[in-house]
């Protein structure tokens, strides 16, 4: 075979059925490729982080971690409607209704579009009132909104291309995805040595080598998309909203993207709790966030598989295939989160050391390490089922209860705890495992009791 047919096979076809087989083998077929994915698209911001830390300054160290909130109350409204045009596809590729696939593939590139350009136009223009509301130390907030401003002006790359990774994913394919994440990543660190150590670009520098580096993945999903000879296969005279498809993505879609939206913009409030202990603090915190985002990784890519194999397999209506994927999932994740929590409590200062070597910045990025880690198997349990749930179609009931545990629990945690018992960083800190606790709690007892497979969405 030459290499024109290698190439055009390869953009061609890797979608997998996961209705059959092995189900241990096929979630971790499906996980590793988009935990290694996940792991190389943390390095977008993560590498920003230590370039700033090592070769800009404490203060620019300390704006690109500040605005991590911001970046996510946005970009996590999305992911939760690109969630819905996920689940959508799943369901219809395991009932193997091809044209409701193509049909949902369609419209969700179109939300997609117009979505990119309201949310660059509110990333822009709400910049400086967000870092206001942060309580953001004036030494650093010049160069937040500078970093702030040019990632919003090209966000449009990072939806597009987590769009169609959804899209990917939903038939099975994690691999595709993952190999454009190696490159994109890649070029986001020669981009950002590049930019900052020849160009002395500074802060400035990070964020063009970031939206350049997630317009080189966009452009080759959507390669991939518009090549491809199964179901998802993209028209372009075909692109345009379907209404019907549309109301389900929503249906799927909306609880989801609020609940990841309103919860990131509850870490407004509690970056503000941290914010009010120094610029060290800060610090701190923000190599710990950078840690803290690998470690859910795991669960995280487990979680998706388990929303992609749970979609597909109730679109067949195998309910109980469902149900042993839900419990395959949860054992993988749980094993993993372990197995990682140990070397992360012991080789804590070095880990916080590689983003910021100023002494007070370890130290308490090393308190916040310590302090957390052995609470992460509580998230494998939140995690796994609401991503289930949302396979299932069932996406209002993991809001509600993420809602309920991460925002008003969490706010009046922190709240009663700083007025009326102690106004610590280690009280603030807490505030998560609290959250986590009740989370997961109030999840199991939701999937234990309720009838969940009933929302299936295909007819």
């Known amino acids: 075979m030459d290499k024109a047919a290698s190439l055009k096979k390869y953009f061609s076809r890797r979608d997998v059925d996961m209705t059959h087989g092995n189900v241990y083998g096929l979630l971790i077929r499906f996980a590793v490729p988009l935990l290694l994915g996940n792991l190389f698209q943390q390095l977008y911001n993560t590498v920003d982080t230590w370039v700033v830390g090592n070769y800009v300054g404490k203060e620019a160290f300390s704006a690109v971690g500040t605005v991590t909130p911001i970046l996510n109350m946005l970009i996590g409204f999305f992911m939760g409607l690109s969630t819905g045009a996920g689940v959508v596809i799943s369901q219809y590729y395991g009932a193997k ?39 953001t130390p004036t030494e650093v907030f010049s160069e937040a909104r500078t970093y702030l401003t040019i990632y919003f002006s090209g966000i449009f790359g990072l939806m597009l291309y987590n769009m169609g990774a959804g899209i990917l994913r939903a ?16 070029l986001n ?18 964020a063009y080598a970031t939206i350049l580096s997630q317009g080189i993945s966009a452009l080759l999903v959507m390669i991939v998309l518009v090549r491809a000879d199964n179901w998802c296969k993209v028209h372009l005279r075909k692109l345009k909203l379907h209404w019907a498809v549309l109301k ?30 120094g610029a060290d603090c800060m610090g ?36 109980p295939r469902a149900r042993q994927g839900v419990g395959a999932a949860l054992k993988i994740s749980a094993l ?10 012991a080789f804590a200062p070095h880990l916080v050391r590689f983003f910021n070597d100023t002494p007070e910045v370890v130290r308490f990025g090393t308190l ?28 209002r009931a993991p809001m509600f209860i993420m809602l309920f545990s ?20 280690v009280v603030v800190a807490l505030g998560y495992p609290a959250g986590w606790l009740v989370c997961s709690t109030v999840t199991y007892l939701y999937f234990r009791f309720a009838h969940w497979e009933k929302h299936r969405i295909v007819e």
């Open 97 to 135: 209704q091809e044209e409701k696939v193509s049909d949902t593939v369609h419209t969700a590139l179109v939300m997609t579009a117009i979505l990119g350009v309201l949310f660059t136009a509110i990333g822009v223009g709400m910049t400086p009132l967000m870092l206001r509301f942060m309580k």
């Open 368 to 395: 916040f390490l310590r302090l957390m880690s052995p609470f992460y198997v509580l998230c494998c349990v939140n995690q796994i089922l609401a991503g289930s749930l949302r396979g299932a179609g069932d996406s």
């Open 171 to 186: 038939v099975g394919d994690s691999q595709r995805p993952f190999y454009f994440l190696v490159l994109s990543a890649s």
């Open 284 to 319: 701190g915190w923000t190599a710990y966030a950078k840690i803290d985002a690998f470690l859910f990784l795991p669960m995280q890519s487990v979680s998706m598989g388990a929303t992609t194999f749970v979609g597909q397999n109730l679109g067949m209506n195998d309910v």
């Open 336 to 345: 993993i989160t372990v197995c990682l929590m140990a070397p992360v409590v």
């Open 189 to 206: 660190i020669v981009l950002d040595l590049l930019f900052v150590l020849a160009f002395h670009m500074g802060v400035a520098g990070v």
């Open 248 to 277: 389900k993505i929503v249906r799927v879609g909306i609880p989801a993207a609020i609940q990841m939206a309103i919860t990131a913009f509850s870490n407004v409030f509690v970056q503000s709790y941290i914010n009010f202990f």
């Open 406 to 425: 991460f925002v008003l629990f969490r706010q009046i945690y922190l709240y009663l705890m700083t007025h009326f018992v102690a106004n610590t960083i």
